[in-house]
């Protein structure tokens, strides 16, 4: 199977008009997959259901395949009822991010996605995972490629890499951009709105430490395993995460790679100036997540 490329869920909260902006020129991009929907906080409502599903048609018509992801913390009836209604649209794949969402899926009996926060670190997880109907599965953040080779995919199930984006590490109950501003969850002014690629934590040093988005807590760096494909034997699927800027060139670099026509000596001067902060791949070496080592080993 070629390797294929998907663009990841939106993970920042952007005006309405920048959204569907984003992905009217999606559209257009080398991109084989494209995630749909809310995937951090469920305050975020300037596109409702209605909406993602008609972008999700507008995708569908440009030949690409159309996921609706769920939230991976569900917290109201209203989360578990738009839940429901993601899992019975009847016409696109859905991306379960939390063990309800399988539940589900399950007994609609609808194949789908299992996410990065569904935190699968064994076989016999991937096996259960598989039995109830998934047939894609993105591995956690911080699982290394040692892991991950011995890692039992069941047959027919494909596996897909976060390859590019600032990490998802922790989510909570709290909202973190209202605390930065000293304001109240259920009163944060969408905050979150002026940080289109969320807010950067540096240690007292000055170093790049963690990222506020919301509820979710990102790093700081942003991964990128551009460098690393010679050693993805078995991944099928590189998932580019979104971000404001200079997102259709970061589409362009990594469907050149697939396709042959750069190599990893080019990267340097085409894809770390598109990055909205420094690089980093320590997770998958096995290393501190922020650590970078710029040139792959076998």
Same mark, same amino acid.
């Given at each position: ?44 409502? =300037? ?23 769920? =939230? ?13 209604? =993601? ?212």
């Amino acid at each position: 199977m070629e390797m294929k490329l998907a663009l990841g869920p939106l993970l920042y909260y952007w005006p309405r008009e920048d959204t569907f902006a984003f992905y009217e020129a999606a559209a257009t991009w080398p991109v084989d997959i494209i995630y749909l929907g809310e995937t951090v906080c469920s305050r975020r409502h =300037l596109l409702r259901l209605s909406d993602w599903l008609a972008l999700a048609a507008r995708l569908a018509e440009a030949g690409k395949e159309v996921v609706l992801s769920t =939230l991976p913390l569900i917290e109201s009836e209203s989360d578990l009822k738009l839940m429901r209604k =993601l899992v019975r649209n009847g016409q696109y794949r859905v991306e379960a991010n939390d063990y309800g969402a399988v539940r589900l899926l399950a007994e609609a009996g609808a194949p789908f996605v299992a996410g990065p926060t569904l935190n699968v670190y064994n076989s016999e997880t991937l096996a259960l995972l598989r039995g109830l109907g998934a047939v894609r599965w993105v591995p956690p953040l911080e699982m290394d490629r040692g892991l991950l080779a011995a890692m039992r995919v069941p047959a027919g199930m494909h596996t897909e890499l976060f390859a590019y984006g600032r990490m998802p590490l922790a989510y909570s109950a709290r909202c973190f951009t209202a605390r930065h501003y000293n304001l109240q969850k259920d009163d944060c002014q969408f905050k979150c709105l002026d940080h289109p690629d969320g807010l950067g934590l540096r240690t007292r040093e000055g170093e790049p430490f963690l990222t506020l988005n919301g509820i979710q807590t990102q790093s700081g760096r942003v991964l990128s395993l551009a460098h690393r494909l010679a050693e993805l034997a078995g991944v099928d699927v590189l998932r580019l995460s979104p971000q404001s800027r200079h997102m259709a060139r970061v589409v362009a670099v990594f469907r050149e790679l697939l396709d042959g026509a750069l190599t990893p000596a080019d990267l340097p001067s085409r894809l770390d100036r598109l990055l909205p902060a420094s690089p980093c791949d320590g997770y998958w070496l096995g290393q501190a997540g922020m650590a970078f080592q710029g040139t792959a080993t076998r």
